[in-house]
C-alpha cells in the first residue's frame, strides 16, 4: 500500500518561493501518477499540478501555471513541487495523493486514492 507524506510548507512573503516534497512508499510507486491538491480554509479542495508515473508529462492549474512547477524522482520515491512568485491566494494546506492510473488528463481528486496528511503554506506580509 502507497504511503505519502508532505513536508516543506511553511510562512512566506508574497513573492517568496517554497519547495514541497512528497516522500512516497510501494511497490508500485512508479506506476502511478501523482498530483498537488489545496485546500483552503472554506473553500473545496483544489486540483493545483500533477504528473504521469515517469515525470513525462504534467498537467497544472490555470492559477499556478507559471509559477509553480511539479517533478519527480522515482529512484528517490520523491515528488515536488516548486512554488514561486507566492501570493496570499495560495495560502492553503497543501496535500500530495497517489492516482489510480499511469497519468490522468484533469485534476480531478476522485482520480486520486492515496492521500498525504498535508502541509500547511501560509503567504502573508
Not at 517554497?18 to 491538491?37: D, E, Q, V
Not at 489545496?38 to 504521469?52: H, W
Not at 495560495?90 to 480531478?108: G, P, Q, S
Request: proline fraction near 2%; include cysteine.
Amino acid at each position: 500500500q502507497l504511503q505519502l507524506m508532505e513536508s516543506g510548507g511553511g510562512l512566506v512573503q508574497p513573492g517568496g518561493s517554497l519547495r514541497l516534497s512528497c516522500a512516497t512508499s510501494g511497490f508500485t510507486l512508479n506506476y502511478r501518477a501523482i498530483g498537488w491538491f489545496r485546500q483552503a480554509p472554506g473553500k473545496e479542495r483544489e486540483g493545483v499540478s500533477c504528473i504521469s508515473s515517469t515525470g513525462g508529462s504534467t498537467n497544472t492549474a490555470d492559477s499556478v501555471k507559471g509559477r509553480f512547477t511539479i517533478s519527480r524522482d522515482n529512484a528517490q520515491n520523491t515528488v515536488y513541487l516548486h512554488m514561486h512568485s507566492l501570493k496570499p491566494e495560495d495560502t492553503a494546506v497543501y496535500y500530495c495523493a497517489a492516482a489510480k492510473a499511469h497519468i490522468v488528463v484533469a485534476l480531478d481528486a476522485a482520480d486520486f486514492d492515496n492521500w498525504g496528511q498535508g502541509t500547511q503554506v501560509t503567504v502573508s506580509s
